[in-house]
């Protein structure tokens, strides 16, 4: 005899939902979008690691959160998402856990950048070659103008210590290598405002 389990996941509704990819006609200043920065990076530590059971979402994007009317973010569109208890996690933690976790940690990495940046992973160019986020953003740092990567309506609004720990949390992030990834799973990883 065999027995089916069902997982029903459950959300907030907002009566007022913007996506964040719709913002970018709106003027974000820093304080706004360090606080979805935050924002999403504690929604993933919770799925990660607080929820009773193990959430990976696998497809986080700008147009996957959702902000309400005070611009908070809620990680949405849960449709790609693996839910594991955290005794299968444990014990699948070499072909599933790691990989997937770092997987949304590459996501979070690539979305943290576009927010700074107020632009599009595929949206920058250069006169020799076409250029994502990624490669722009490791340009930068490479040769230390990490600076040219802030969106330029911040202005004054940009607290640069803040924006350099974001561009620095953002690349490590999107390391080639999964496991040279922080987790988001340890805080102190990741934390940006240190």
Known sequence: MSTSQTKVWTTTYLVSKTKLNSTRGMF????????????????LIYL???????????????????????MNPKISDFGMTKIFTHNE??????????????????????LLLEIISGRKSNSFYNDDHVLNILGYAWRLWKVGTWIELMDPTLGDSCNRNQFLRCVHVGLLCVEENG?????????SDTHIDE
């Open 28 to 43: 974000l200043d820093w304080k706004k979008r360090f606080n979805i920065i935050e924002g999403v990076a504690q929604g």
């Open 48 to 70: 990660h690691k607080y929820s009773r059971l193990r959430v990976i979402h696998r497809d986080l994007k700008a147009s996957n959160v959702l902000l309400d009317e005070n």
């Open 89 to 110: 996690m444990e014990a699948n933690n070499s072909r599933i856990g790691i990989f997937s976790l770092k997987t949304d940690v590459y996501s979070f990495g690539v």
């Open 179 to 187: 496991e040279d990834r922080p987790t988001l799973l340890a805080r």
